[in-house]
């Protein structure tokens, strides 16, 4: 079965912990991205990847970080400097290549509790 | 000025209504449009990419009018499952992100 798995599904977490969110895919994509989307509001871009080893800063990257050691997988850490870190998180992910009309396919999402 | 704008709604139709949507994006560079679908609580699915000439797949049709920079998705003979937000969302062709709508909230009623 090909697609994109995240977990967990729901998590909870005092303040001033980071936490690390797992994303992973199967579907031989290039890029892959993290979003966050807070109730009754879009989507926003924390981070994405186009090649293993490289990501870049969406709208919103300040308090977490991302790594891309494999095609594969892009974990989102969010971390104790986030100020409201409790949202849905989505990971998705795309054949990539600029210029090309390859749609994204998202992954089942995270909840993130901090308390 | 947001990327893309879409009218929030909410639209209430009754079952077997027509209903179209609206969404409109900023910048002219771009050149690839969908639709998505998502459920209360649970991720976007892709519903249909959007082509320049558009396109129908049964009850829906999108179309994509670059002259005045908007999209539109129609949804005949509403059903009951088809009450979900539908999030426009376009890719720029000088990079690889996407960005979304706001999203459109739509209730089938019985």
């Known amino acids: 079965d090909g697609g994109i798995t995240q977990s967990p599904k729901y998590l909870f977490r005092k303040e001033g912990q980071n936490v690390t969110l797992s994303c992973e895919q199967n579907?031989?994509?290039?890029?892959m991205y993290w979003y966050r989307q807070d109730p009754g509001q879009g989507l926003r871009l924390i981070y994405y990847?186009?090649?293993?080893?490289?990501?870049q800063k969406g709208d919103i990257a300040e308090g977490y970080s991302v790594s891309r050691e494999k095609k594969e997988s892009f974990p989102l850490t969010v971390t104790s400097a986030q100020k409201n870190p409790t949202a849905f998180y989505l990971c998705?992910?795309?054949?990539?290549?600029?210029?090309?009309?390859?749609?994204?396919?998202f992954g089942p999402g995270t909840r993130l509790t901090v308390t | 000025r947001k990327e893309v704008e879409q009218d929030p709604g909410p639209f209430n139709v009754p079952e077997g209504a027509t209903v179209a949507f609206n969404c409109t994006y900023s910048?002219?560079?771009?050149?690839?449009f969908f639709w998505y679908r998502q459920d209360c609580r649970k991720e976007p699915k892709l519903l249909m990419s959007?082509?320049?000439s558009g396109n129908e797949d049964g009850r829906f049709t999108a179309q994509l009018n670059r002259a005045s920079q908007y999209i539109s998705l129609l949804i005949r003979d509403s059903k009951l499952s088809d009450s979900a937000t539908y999030l426009c969302?376009?890719?720029?062709?000088?990079?690889?992100?996407?960005?979304f709508g706001t999203g459109t909230s739509l209730t089938v009623i019985p």
């Open positions: 998705a992910s795309s054949k990539g290549l600029a210029g090309r009309s390859y749609e994204q396919y």
């Open positions: 579907l031989n994509h290039d890029a």
């Open positions: 990847s186009q090649i293993v080893n490289d990501f």
């Open positions: 910048n002219s560079a771009s050149q690839s």
């Open positions: 959007v082509y320049s």
């Open positions: 969302v376009v890719k720029s062709n000088t990079g690889n992100q996407f960005y």
